[in-house]
């Protein structure tokens, strides 16, 4: 029997044959791969084929499986290629082209944008992303029943998340576009918490690739426009990204100022009263990205605390242990502690390879250029040997592979 072309009915097959349940998959894709995020209801969305397993997790399926990688990766080839939408959303310079609206009930709109959200949680964006501009090209078609008020809120709020995962997998093209698109839309609504939350995370991703006073200007003018009606955790974020890239630019005292007020905002926050799109600032990020403030003002005493307490307690996903695994990695180099930095630095790499986050890969990659500069050190050369070793599995379109490391090509 020739085995199926499609990945869901593939992994469907070798299950059933192998007399597995799909918890015992999951369990068994987790031991391998040393996480424990996937689930069984995980196992499920990729039979069904409302998700499509990323190169991360075909790679472990092959091991769990002994099936050959190539079979694995051209079954979810197929299965991309039978799901791609008509006329979707396009990266790179062309239109927003969105298809044909299959109309539902509202309920069912923000089912999907909640279930996008914790996607964006747990799965690369190089890997989300079509999926996240198929979803929003779907909501875009004009609506005329009486409930377009709840429409254009989900509306808004997708084309604010497609955006974040376009900048997050390093197309800025795409992201400028679908932050329009939401700006257009929170603007018709008159939500001034979204518009800034919109225009401030793009100014972030910006100020995290380079510093620039123009990343800042635009945090500050989105702050100072949502401030008098954002929530209170909403101004907490708004100030902490002031915050961040002030640091950025080497402005100490207005990030200080900013995280102060920061502080002041979060301790005074109601979560019933916060959008959905909040859902993830918490105690644990609060200190994250405080320590983050630090590490890029290049204070180590402060940072190392900050972030090490974050990684360790509160900041779950992958993406998150990453990023701020570089920046710990980045104020250890700092403080002269090699030892940490290049630990700090495996395991930032291991869970950039784990979320596939072209912008996590490029922030690793800022700390492996910092790393290199001490490459006759011992400790250093041995964590350049697994960069080697593992720069094959990291997102191949925004990540040079060359001797300069993880050196971004956007």
Do not use: K, N
């Amino acid at each position: 029997m020739s085995l199926p072309e499609s990945i869901g009915p593939l992994i469907t097959w070798v299950r059933q044959a192998r007399g597995q349940s799909q918890l015992r998959v999951a369990e068994l894709l987790c031991s391998a791969a040393g996480t424990p995020t996937l689930t069984r209801h995980e196992i499920s969305r990729w039979e069904r084929e409302e998700r499509i397993p990323a190169g991360f997790w075909l790679c472990w399926l092959a091991v769990v499986f002994d099936l050959p990688l190539p079979v694995l990766e051209a079954a979810a080839a197929h299965a991309r290629q039978r799901r791609a939408p008509g006329g979707p959303l396009t990266t790179g310079d062309g239109p927003i082209r969105p298809a044909t609206r299959l109309v539902g009930p509202i309920e069912d709109d923000r089912d999907r944008l909640a279930t996008l959200r914790r996607m964006d949680d747990l799965v690369g964006s190089a890997d989300l992303l079509d999926r996240a501009l198929s979803e929003l090209a779907r909501l875009a078609q004009p609506v005329t029943t009486t409930s377009a008020r709840g429409s254009l809120d989900t509306l808004a709020a997708t084309a604010q998340l497609a955006s974040w995962i376009a900048a997050d997998a390093g197309d800025p093209a795409t992201a400028r576009r679908a932050a329009r698109l939401a700006l257009r839309t929170a603007h018709t609504l008159g939500d001034r918490q979204l518009i800034a939350y919109t225009v401030g995370g793009l100014a972030e991703v910006a100020a995290e690739r380079r510093p620039h006073s123009r990343a800042l200007s635009v945090a500050s003018a989105a702050a100072e426009q949502a401030l008098g009606t954002a929530s209170a955790t909403g101004r907490a974020l708004l100030l902490h990204r002031v915050a961040f890239t002030a640091a950025r630019t080497g402005q100490r005292r207005q990030c200080e100022q900013a995280l102060t007020d920061a502080d002041r905002a979060f301790a005074r926050r109601v979560p019933d009263r916060d959008p959905p799109w909040l859902y993830w600032l918490d105690d644990a990020h609060m200190t994250a990205l405080t320590g983050r403030c630090y590490a890029a003002l290049g204070q180590p005493r402060l940072a190392r605390p900050l972030l090490a307490e974050a990684i360790r307690d509160g900041v779950p996903t992958p993406r998150g242990q990453a990023l701020l695994g570089a920046w710990l990695g980045l104020a250890h180099l700092a403080a002269g502690d090699l030892d940490a930095a290049c630990a700090a630095a495996g395991r930032a790499l291991l869970a950039a390879i784990r979320v596939g986050s072209p912008r996590a890969c490029h922030r690793v990659g800022r700390l492996d250029a910092a790393l290199r500069r001490r490459r006759g050190t011992p400790v250093v050369r041995d964590y350049l040997d697994r960069v080697a070793a593992a720069i094959r599995y990291l997102p191949g379109r925004t990540v040079e592979r060359s001797d300069h490391g993880l050196a971004s090509t956007s």
